[in-house]
């Protein structure tokens, strides 16, 4: 079963315009992780943030965690039209990741 | 290094016939897992390796699936006798049991069952 489940399924936005994506999960955690997949390809990690941490950036990337809420979101600033993809999150219980549905992001130029 | 190899990258088969989807993961990495996606179901983990040992297979389907890990650096998931149900993109990735738990994802195998 999902553990992570994505808002919104789609999101449509012009370049240069923030993208966020949010994530709810429902059981406690060691770390949640974003990866992102183009079309017909295989999946990317993009970002990890530990449960202890609340907000961790890379890049044009900024990932924030609410444990309180199990809720977590994906900020991509500044977005161009090749960040068009789908972004997962995933939760990590031991040795295992649990994978949302995803949010299928198109940047337009 | 060459990443997660995954082959074929496209099946198309008719019911009844065997499947058999290959992976070799990255070296050095000792966890190996094979993930199903579907538009319906999204992502679904269907079982994976430590050290070439199923630790966890409760995601596979039925007694169709089956995978093997016979050494570090191969596994395959045969599905037998495959059904139009199967069809979906299979994924194999491996990570390395110290790092944090980032997977790295093969390219997938596209799977149609007619």
């Known amino acids: 079963s999902q553990q992570g489940e994505e808002d919104p399924q789609a999101l449509s936005i012009q370049e240069g315009e923030n993208a966020t994506m949010n994530c709810s999960y429902k059981t406690s955690i060691n770390n949640l992780q974003w990866y992102r997949q183009n079309s017909g390809r295989g999946l990317v990690h993009l970002i990890l943030i530990r449960s202890n941490e609340r907000e961790k950036h890379s890049g044009r990337l900024r990932v924030t965690l609410d444990t309180s809420k199990k809720s977590s979101s994906l900020l991509i600033t500044a977005s161009r039209a090749a960040d068009t993809a789908s972004y997962f999150c995933?939760?990590?219980?031991?040795?295992?990741?649990?994978f949302g549905k995803g949010t299928m992001l198109l940047v337009s130029p | 290094d060459a990443g997660v190899i995954q082959s074929p990258r496209h099946e198309v088969t008719e019911m009844g016939q065997e499947v058999t989807l290959r992976c070799k993961p990255i070296?050095?990495?000792?966890?190996l897992f094979w993930y199903r996606q579907t538009m319906m179901r999204g992502l679904e983990l269907l079982i994976y390796f430590n050290n070439n040992v199923p630790i966890d297979d409760s995601g596979m389907p039925e007694d169709r699936f089956s995978a093997k890990m016979p050494n570090a650096s191969f596994s395959t998931l045969k599905i037998q006798p495959s059904e139009p149900r199967d069809s979906a993109v299979y994924f194999c990735?491996?990570?390395?049991?110290?790092?944090?738990?980032?997977?790295?994802f093969g390219e997938g195998s596209r799977l149609t069952v007619l």
């Open positions: 995933a939760t990590v219980q031991g040795s295992t990741l649990t």
């Open positions: 990735a491996s990570r390395l049991g110290t790092a944090p738990g980032e997977l790295f």
């Open positions: 070296s050095g990495h000792d966890y």
